[in-house]
């Protein structure tokens, strides 16, 4: 192994460096030391680069971000089973401490010692050094593995895809409803797709641009809420009842309301984006038409059920994949992934 790599390095809001001298971490017990292969722009590391969740994310400067990658196994430490060096893996952004009451109910998205890196929590990319590097050193159980003729860039969407699998197992999404996904970004993109394979009889996307009409290109009801009100479209489209299911992953404070207001009663509203301010919302109708509206964070334990669903047909993240970058190439990536330029939708690096 090389004692040095190559890493984009965070050292303070705006200002990053590509950068050729930076030690190759280890791995300790449990964990699993990777060559990265592929790594996908999140939002989140917009927001991250800025410093607009420091000192959350990341706790330091400097530091190593990105959270959505895949690699292969190139070093397994102590009390690691079921991987060897030359696997392939995708990595899942966070790994709970594991003996928490939450961790040991599976929940491990909501640690009660998140952050807490001696107490075992790690947030790979926000609380712990990232994936935008040649290598990563990353926790067993954050680790899926994968067939050896999977494709990495496509992998690299594994994590936003649990995200998008969590979001529609929190709305209970069941066979034959009518489920209504409100911003077909990257987590929208696969939302979508999830309401589907869990058995909804109906799926309509709300949106715009070249994202809608790339829902429409995969067989799926869509309204462009630039050319036509998306409440009276929706409940139109229903029957003026409205939605069983809407899962909102715009992340916008009208897209919270919209929500809200578009479901049917006794229907279930789950809030997969995160809005930069708080959102009034009728609480009336939460009490006399029995709404339900829950949060949804990370991907607990969703890995493993969306490689069954890539492998099944039910998932296609490949076509998410819009542009690829080397990693030395990572401002460029950036600025393609802000400005959504060429129809940007999942932009991936490769170191």
Known sequence: MPRTMQAVVLHEPNRYSFEAGVPVPEAGPQEVLCRVGAVAICGTDIGIISGKFFPMWPPRWPFIIGHEWAGVVEEVGPGVPGLVPGDKVAGSSAVGCGHCRNCMKGRYNLCLNYGNMAAGHRQYGMTAQGAYAQYICAHARSLVKLPPDFDLGEASLMD?????????KRGGVGAGDTAVVIGPGAVGSIAYQCARALGAGRVIVVGRGHRLAKARALGFETVDYESTDPLACVKEATGGVGPDVVLECAGTARAVRQA???????????????????????????????????????????????LALVQAGALRLRELVTHRFPLSDFQTALATFQDRSGGALKVVVEP
């Open 260 to 306: 809200v207001e578009m479901v049917k009663k006794g229907g279930r509203v789950v809030i997969g984006g995160l809005p930069a301010e708080d959102v009034p919302l009728p609480l009336k109708r939460f009490v006399l038409d029995e709404i339900e509206v829950v949060g949804s964070r990370a991907a607990p334990n969703c890995l493993p059920e969306v």
């Open 160 to 168: 936003t895809a649990g995200i998008a699998l969590h979001i529609a």
